[in-house]
């Protein structure tokens, strides 16, 4: 016992020293939190295997994620949670994405997409890069797996205390994301069905590492499922309408559910 009484005193003595020396403080407890943002969706590139533009406009119909959260590195003050809730997510009303696809064969493409969202002004949404590649190419059905990185901003406020001004921890974080898409093709069809899955984490916080003497971060994990139809006039226009369904985990006490449909135009050559 008294090893380790002699241990503690020791560790507190030079703790001290480093922090006075201007070492980074140890975290403060989350009081409760507040993210301003799009969750996180993927592009969607059906119909055939050609380059095309596009773009998409949703509309978040549901969004339902207010909830419990964790940072993880710091504390938890139970006195900031209230009907077992210390965290709100503010999700924009309406999604704009414009991107290109450019086909290297017809077998794989490179996907670079554009994110932009409105609340009460314009902002960015982010910023994604995608390699696809299919997996079977049937005549009129293909299969697509995607893999790729989405750049996007971040802007998550915290509260350490009741009476504590609030921590707004902004900046520019990536996060990886895969998805898996069908689609059919038949010309003589007036409308195609296509589905679409991914799985991508978002960061919500992550600070750095000059901040605090610990590392604190908040990551969710954002599943979605994309049904939908197309409508194809000529060779060359493609109409796609679908409904984002998203579940967001990593928030307790939350019904974890954004609900968005979305219209999307793309055009080929």
């Known amino acids: 016992m008294k090893t380790i009484k002699y241990i503690t005193i020791c560790f507190t003595f030079f703790s001290s020293i480093a922090f006075s020396n201007g070492g980074p403080p140890p ?61 709100e997510w503010q999700t924009p ?22 994110g932009l969202n409105k609340t009460e002004d314009l902002k960015l949404t982010g910023l994604e890069i995608c390699y696809n590649v299919a997996i079977t190419r ?12 989405n750049f996007h901003p971040r802007d998550f406020i915290w509260y350490t205390g009741a009476a504590s001004q609030p921590k707004n921890d902004g900046g520019i974080d990536y996060d990886p994301f895969i998805t898996l898409a069908y689609n059919s093709a038949f010309d003589d069809w007036l409308f195609n069905p296509f589905v ?40 060359d226009k493609l109409l796609s309408l679908g409904v984002i369904l998203t579940s967001v985990g990593g928030i307790e006490n939350s019904k974890n559910f954004v609900l968005t449909p979305s219209i999307q135009f793309s055009y080929y050559w």
């Open 27 to 87: 975290p403060p407890p989350l009081y409760k939190a507040k993210n301003i943002g799009a969750v996180y969706q993927p592009p969607l590139i059906v119909g055939k295997s050609q380059s095309t533009v596009f773009a998409q406009v949703s509309y978040v119909a549901i969004s339902d994620l207010d909830g419990r959260i964790d940072l993880q590195g710091t504390n938890t003050d139970p006195n900031g949670i209230v009907d077992g809730k210390n965290f």
């Open 196 to 235: 679409q899955f991914s799985y991508s984490t978002q960061t919500l916080l992550d600070t750095d590492k000059e901040t605090y003497s610990s590392e604190v971060y908040k990551n969710v994990n954002v599943f979605t499922v994309t049904p939908g139809l197309t409508y194809s006039w000529g060779s």
């Open 93 to 114: 009303t309406a999604l704009f994405n414009f991107g290109i696809s450019a086909a290297f064969s017809n077998y794989s493409s490179i996907i670079i997409n554009l």
């Open 138 to 149: 049937l005549e009129n059905h293909f299969l697509r797996l995607g893999f790729g990185i």
